[in-house]
């Protein structure tokens, strides 16, 4: 049956993936006739092999399919009639065919039999997936929940309530299993159910929530309803809320599973949090809760990756107090630890430590000593001591590229890749980690014609691969062309943006004005919902025109009034501050004022360091009488402040010259902006 059913899921995974009606009508055609095959074999046909055709008859909205399919299934197992119902609602709520879904919510209320029963129940779970409130709101009225069939079927509605806010309802619910359950853990499990389901609400609200709602019902949480909430407030990466349950219900007696504190270790990885290790460990101290051998490795891992090698070794030392034995993965993240570092010697002694505590080395092991060779000699050694005790993986040939290459030797970089042990699967990606490092070290042309045979395959290019490549041409002045060439092979969202982002830094050193301006419209068009990425690039494009001298002046202010005004993007302030210090620097008293306009059109007011800025600018361009006006405008209450002006008069000589023309100036003269 195993069989058959992967054979069904790879017909309908065809179907799914081609845009040609034909070509899916066939791959349904193939996975029907598995179905009669699995008949005429004895099989019976359960939800687990007919569920996937469905579902896809049901996203393809193929009605009559989809009853032709039911009815055989009817007649050859009578018992999966009510499950069908879940599937058949489904399918009405697909096509929004009101009318049937309206008949079957009545057919469940004109009968009360043991089928109408089941069905009832699958209507149900079809409105809880779907949140089609309507439906569920009805069918609440007629079927009894509380004796559904499993505490699954219970929590699917609960959830549901809670994604719609029906708050009334929950409670109404979870007082009448108050008052029929025997499990009083279930109650709190459905009180968790509903509460993290709860939209648009801080996980402090959800937290308060779940409280009251367990104080009205008079209910105490359960340890998997503690759990509920802790996963929840782990998955939105909020880790100190997640601990404070785990004191919580530790002080209330409860245990934590060792699953769910691995979890939020991994929350704590997630968010580089890496000191809530230590609040972590205590807990688990204080509470004797039972961490595993992963526990361990993750929290040994993180005292490292905060350079704390001490707390990691006394984890190791405390392990047989609580029963476990060291792993080699705790020793080698120690041992990658160090080799962050470029503390050779201290993770060659952690090798030591391992052999001596009976620890095996692994392919993790050898992984990290030969990705951390500085000689030839080296790898070779350590890549024969791993093929005599384990077998080399996918890391290992990775790291054999990378070791050789670090040593000079990038002929037997090269040569890695033609090495029989490499499985086929993992061959394109070793290939790309070559390509990487070649590109890296300036061997274009090995690494162009890696790109080209992995392109001839029929393989796709990591986007790693694909940075390093625009890297390298960058580095090596490559042609635009290339490059634009090589952003059309990232089609990962994230990797674009930054190949993007990159090629947009060349064309600002190299003067490609139209380029630039193509590749910024469309990466703007690619992240519109993030205008803090946008504000971050041009940032870096106008610190990078201010402060190169091979881009010009003209470049860069060509460059902000097509943006401004063709793309019509309004650069940040930070982008006009460095305008107006390559001006400055150019000595180019009409664009001075012409930029100092801007700030005020673009909406930016002025402020103190817009004023000392402008100063700066002034005086450097010998326009003292503005700069005099400027300074008026700098309040003086600040010593800092103060500070900056001296330096600003010192730097560009115009103390002295400043003092005469002020001194020289009409008192009775009206002041004039001469900005303006």
Known sequence: MKEYNALIQVCINNARKTNDEEVAIEEMSKAFRFFRLMREQGYELRE????PFLVYLIDMGMVEEFQLFCEVLKDENPSS????????MMLWLRVDNKEKIQDLCNSIAVNDGTDSSGLGENYLLAFCESDWKEGLLQLLEIVDITKLSSTESATSIFKSLGRLSLESYAEKFLSAFKTCDDEANNVTNFIASYTVSLPNLAVEDVILKFKDLHQKLEVSPSSSSYAKLIVYACDLLEVHSALKIVCEMCEAGLTLSTEVLNSILRSVEETCEYNLVHWIYSLISHYHLK??????????NMCTRMKDFESAAKMLDDLEEMNLKPTSSMYNAIMAGYFREKNVDDALRVLECMKNAGVKPDSGTFNHLIGNSK????????YEEMLSSCQPTKQTFVALVTAYAACGQLEKAKQVVLDPAIPPKSLNEIKCALLSTLASHGQLSDSIHIYEEIKESGNTLEPKAVISLIEGHIKSDGELDILFLLLKELTDPDYWVDGCSRIIMFCVENKHLSSAVDLIKQLNDKVQDNELLMEVLLDQVFSKIASSESTDLKFGLDLYWLIRKVLGIVPSRQCLDFLLTACANAKDLQNIRKIWKEYQLAGYPFNVLSYVRMYRALLVAEDYKSANFILK????DDPDVRRVVKACQKTCNGRIALEKLTNNMNKKEKEEDLLD
């Open 48 to 51: 687990q092999t007919y569920s």
């Open 81 to 88: 009639v009510s499950r069908l119902g879940y599937y058949e």
């Open 291 to 300: 961490p595993n051998c992963e526990t361990f490795r993750c929290m040994i």
């Open 375 to 382: 000689t030839e000699e080296d790898i070779t050694k350590y």
């Open 633 to 636: 405008k700098i309040p003086k």
